[in-house]
């Protein structure tokens, strides 16, 4: 037992004197009054206690019958506090209201979060939401958790399981995404020639339907006919009397170039912190903010770097608060020629995206190659990738009358 137990009935630290201390406690057991936290004072010898209200007023005729002395040292408890502040009407009808408003601030949902998207950034779940619309500030009993599902599920079809959950004044979505590739669209059946979508030369055909125009060594040009979707139909006198258009399937992969360019300036600026700092605080509160940061002297260059955290009392109870710290760095722009081997660097850098984006199209790189050059407004990237692709695309097969021949 502590003082703790007497704070909404409110508490009294007793400071008890005289030579039959033992029998004083000893009556009060007898009386079933509660006590608490004994001790005794090193300078006055005195011993002290916790008691509740009630049970101090019962212990003043044992205190006599004891022939010791009672007397208060402390009072603990909100009805001690309530009535120290009796007169203070704006203070009570403030904390009244601060509760009030938590009240009703939990109404609504003020932080929607995701778990499980890799896919997915929460930016584009979020952009989402906002056009059915499911927002920020919002009443949770304006929200539907199955229907939320529902709209997620039909949006987004790499997402197999979607389970919403309203806890606090939190929104939590879990994700779950199709780790399997989708089984591959139908294939159209509309007629059609397949025509070159790049310039190269042709490595190997395979062709499933329709004939094919082009052989391995050919040079092919950007819109040249790979595969005639045309099929001709002769009679036993080798007379054309009709002509079958069918939808032509066939996959002709060529060697290819891609090119890229990067320009860099001869120079990139810089900064130089001089070690001047200012510090401030910044808040936002219902979407209205405001910040506190000391003005600087002088004319100077300032990097300011903000840290910010939603004001939440539990877990899953968030509020419209945003709170930080703003710290300002002082410092002196320059600018820093490129040196030979930073340019190298970027050069390397570039080529490693490039031909990842052309891998995760499927494209076999056969190699690449990059030249760096300079002149006096500054650096110039190039780079040369040779691969090998399929460049065959759909195309109408153009409208042409046929005579019939006899």
């Known amino acids: 037992m502590n003082k703790r137990q007497f704070f909404f009935g409110g508490g009294v630290k007793a400071e008890i004197t005289g030579f039959n201390i033992e029998r004083f406690f000893n009556i009060a057991a007898q009386r079933s009054l509660h006590v608490c936290e004994i001790g005794r004072e090193k300078k006055t010898g005195a011993v002290t206690f916790w008691t509740n209200i009630r049970d101090f007023k019962r212990m003043k005729p044992v205190a006599r019958k004891a022939n010791v002395r009672l007397k208060i040292r402390g009072k603990y408890g909100l009805p001690f506090f309530l009535y120290k502040n009796r007169g203070r009407k704006l203070l009570a009808a403030g904390f009244v209201s601060f509760f009030l408003m938590l009240y009703a601030l939990s109404f609504f949902i003020w932080d929607i979060s995701f778990e499980g998207n890799h896919r997915f950034t929460d ?43 309203i806890t606090g004044t939190r929104l939590i979505i879990r994700i779950r995404e199709n780790d399997v590739l989708l089984a591959p669209a139908p294939r159209e059946t509309a007629p059609c020639d397949l025509a070159a979508a790049r310039e190269g030369k042709i490595v190997r055909t395979v062709t499933r339907s329709g004939f094919c125009q082009v052989k391995a060594g050919d040079e092919v040009k950007a819109g040249d006919l790979l595969v005639d979707g045309t099929i001709p139909i002769y009679d036993d006198a080798e007379t054309l009397i009709n002509v079958h258009e069918i939808h032509a399937d066939a996959e002709i992969f060529a060697e290819t170039v891609y090119t890229y360019e990067k320009r860099l300036p001869a120079a990139r600026p810089m900064k130089a912190r001089t070690g001047k700092t200012r510090h401030g605080f910044f808040a936002e ?6 910040y506190v940061l000391p003005p600087s002297l002088g004319e100077s260059d300032w990097e300011l770097i903000t840290e910010e955290k939603q004001l939440k009392l539990f877990d899953d109870f968030y509020l419209p608060v945003y709170g930080g710290v703003i710290r300002a760095y002082e410092y002196i722009p320059y600018e820093k020629a490129y040196e ?14 490039y031909t990842k984006k052309l891998s995760e199209k499927g494209i076999q790189i056969l190699k690449d190659d990059d030249k760096i050059t300079r002149d006096a407004s500054g650096w110039q990237i190039t780079g040369r990738v040779t691969v090998i692709e399929d460049i065959a695309k759909e195309v109408p097969i153009p409208e042409v009358q046929t005579e019939q021949q006899e």
């Open 340 to 353: 030979e081997a930073e340019v190298e660097q970027l050069a390397l850098l570039e080529k490693e995206d």
């Open 285 to 290: 509160i219902f979407g209205h903010s405001f």
């Open 123 to 165: 930016e584009t779940l979020l952009h989402f939401m906002e056009t059915l619309p499911v927002v920020y500030g919002m009443k949770k009993s304006d929200i539907s958790c199955e229907w939320l599902e529902g709209q997620i599920r039909n949006q987004f079809t790499e997402i197999t399981w979607v389970s919403a959950e």
